[in-house]
């Protein structure tokens, strides 16, 4: 069972960037490196939103068209790590932010496709 833990959220000012990091631990027969990393948001009252991911081999990336050009996400399978390096930050990027992984070659951004998740670190854009 993997078990992910997030961290590096804050309160922030618009324009700024935050770098959140997902921690992952507990592989046993598999190691990161066979799995697919999703990253979601969810803002009060609204629908939890797939906003990147990076396949297992980290050649196929997604960003939303909310988030391209300002997010990017990156792996360091050696630390069992994967990031999201968040730029000029906007107030409606407002949510608690998770990760998620499951097997799988390719990136997904539907929540169904992953079973690990993190408990989510909140990220505030505010002045």
């Known amino acids: 069972q993997v078990q992910l833990v997030e961290s590096g959220g804050g309160l922030v000012q618009p324009g700024s960037s935050l770098k959140l990091s997902c921690s992952a631990s507990?592989?046993?027969?598999?190691?990161?490196?066979?799995?697919?990393v999703g990253w979601f948001r969810q803002a009060p009252g609204k629908q939890r939103e797939g906003v990147s991911c990076?396949?297992?081999?980290?050649?196929?990336?997604y960003y939303a068209n909310s988030v391209k050009g300002r997010f990017t996400v990156s792996r360091d399978n050696a630390r069992n790590i994967v990031y999201l390096h968040m730029n000029n930050l906007k107030p409606e990027d407002t949510a608690v932010y998770y990760c998620?992984?499951?097997?799988?070659?390719?990136?997904?951004?539907?929540?169904?496709?992953?079973?690990?998740w993190g408990q989510g670190t909140q990220v505030t854009v505010s002045a």
């Open positions: 507990g592989f046993v027969i598999d190691s990161i490196e066979t799995y697919r």
């Open positions: 990076t396949s297992a081999s980290d050649g196929n990336k």
């Open positions: 998620a992984m499951n097997h799988g070659i390719f990136c997904s951004t539907s929540a169904s496709d992953y079973k690990a």
